[in-house]
């Protein structure tokens, strides 16, 4: 490995204010959590998926004690898989907990500071994966969007169809309580709270394909648990749609 290319670890974030592990559908499971871009704090989720007795988090976000007691209660994690090319940062600290493997998307980096290009690479995964390798969930499939890094979007059969995003997708009628005043103010003033669309400032900067967010339209979802906001329940697709679409047919 070249020097620029060396990982360089950095001590682990610390926990963040966050919720309760929430049951959305039999074994698959969320928690409401937080994460800093500088000053700025504002709301982002975790995923849980239950198989076999074992435990997959996508979207990691670090719990305190009681949380983590509450989350070996449900089962042994085993696994970790990297969905967002801006998600995973704690990732390292569950690697560590658990000894267990980490999966993330091909062309993904763990990068530190805010700009995904330049910053040292500070953890790596054991595997990577595209839209054709075998997943660690059953019945799931994996949507990837070409952006740099890539975006992926994770379809698991629960509830009729539910896909898990990152920043691809998004849910915040309100700034939540895991918001921080400047990242209240900071994100509403830049439009980034609305529901059931896309992460705006994802979208500004990376501009992903147009025919890769159409393509979303053909997933066959009736559910979104989403990397921030609200998880959407029912009626998903449709409530997407105007969104997606309004994008996608962008002169």
């Not at 682990?12 to 959590?33: A, K, S, T």
């Not at 449900?74 to 970790?80: D, K, R, S």
């Not at 939540?176 to 669309?197: C, E, I, Q, S």
């Amino acid at each position: 490995m070249s020097e620029a290319n060396s990982v360089i670890p950095r001590p682990f974030l610390p926990v963040r204010p966050h919720g309760d592990i929430e049951e959305v559908f039999p074994d698959v499971f969320r928690v409401p959590g937080s994460i800093n871009f500088g000053l700025m704090r504002f709301g982002r989720n975790m995923t849980v998926i239950r198989q076999d007795g074992g435990l997959v988090l996508i979207n990691s976000v670090r719990l305190d004690e009681r949380r983590l007691a509450a989350l070996d209660a449900l089962g042994e994690v085993c696994h970790i898989l990297r969905i967002g090319g801006w998600h995973g940062a704690d990732d390292a600290f569950y690697k560590d907990r658990y000894g267990c493997p980490v999966t993330s998307v091909k062309g993904q980096r763990y990068f530190d500071g805010f700009v995904a290009e330049k910053g040292n690479t500070y953890f790596e995964s054991d595997h990577q994966i595209d839209a054709d390798s075998e997943l660690p969930i059953e019945g799931a499939s994996l949507y990837v969007i070409h952006t740099t890094p890539p975006e992926a979007i994770l379809r698991i059969p629960a509830g009729g169809g539910t896909l898990i995003t990152s920043d691809a997708l998004q849910n915040w009628p309100r700034a939540d309580k895991h918001f921080n005043f400047l990242g209240r103010v900071g994100m509403t003033l830049a439009g980034t709270v609305k529901p059931v669309t896309m992460m705006k400032p994802w979208v500004d900067k990376y501009k992903p394909p147009r025919g890769e967010i159409a393509g979303i339209l053909k997933l066959d979802f009736d559910n979104v648990l989403p990397g921030h906001g609200e998880a959407v329940i029912g009626g998903a697709l449709e409530k997407f749609r105007p969104a997606l679409e309004a994008y996608a047919g962008r002169a």
